[in-house]
């Protein structure tokens, strides 16, 4: 199994609707979760870290099972603003000083 | 946004020539890390840095050093570039919790070597 895996899209879907992403990763030690955003051509943003009970913010849901070991990011009423890939980030505790694993992305787009 | 600066921009270089890129951060962080990216692998982790004078290799080291000789900077050098250089190379920070905190990004140096 891939450290860190995701669906690499396109997600193709159209304004209003929701979206889910997931990602697996293969370490079951792991302690931290992220979900970035990433615009063409710009520096990866954290859009949200990932919490053993779930968390939201604003239209945005994280979850994450570690029984599966996965997590996931839901996008309700999806705007145009939102078009964008979708960096899964992982902390594979590598040595001492751990070591976050990227997932390679997923690539949203939403049309009018 | 956390205040990172990476320079230059933009560089194309030739081969065999030595290139340098700087992280500049004024957010006194003690994690600092340099990442390339590249289509179809994501985000790989280079260097990273633990502290003034400490740094450790990340996943593709081999080609590159660093040297961290303020809180603040952290320098990326590729001794002698190559085409397999040719990257989009991002700095990151992260607050003392470094391993447990997520990272805050420049907004990346475009390489090309030709």
Known sequence: RKEVEQDPGPFNVPEGA?????????????????????????????????????????????????????????????????SATYLCVVNMFRGSQGNLIFGKGTKLSVKP | DAGITQSPRHKVTETGTPVTLRCHQTENHRYMYWYRQDPGHGLRLIHYSYGVKDTDKGEVSDGYSVSRSKTEDFLLTLESATSSQTSVYFCAISDPEGAQSPLHFGNGTRLTVT
Do not use: H
């Open chain 1, 18 to 82: 929701t979206v889910a992403f997931n990602c697996t990763y293969s370490n079951s030690a792991s302690q931290s979760f992220f979900w970035y955003r990433q615009d063409c051509r710009k520096e990866p943003k954290l859009l949200m870290s990932v919490y053993s009970s779930g968390n939201e913010d604003g239209r945005f849901t994280a979850q994450l099972n570690r029984a599966s070991q996965y997590i996931s990011l839901l996008i309700r009423d999806s705007k145009l603003s939102d």
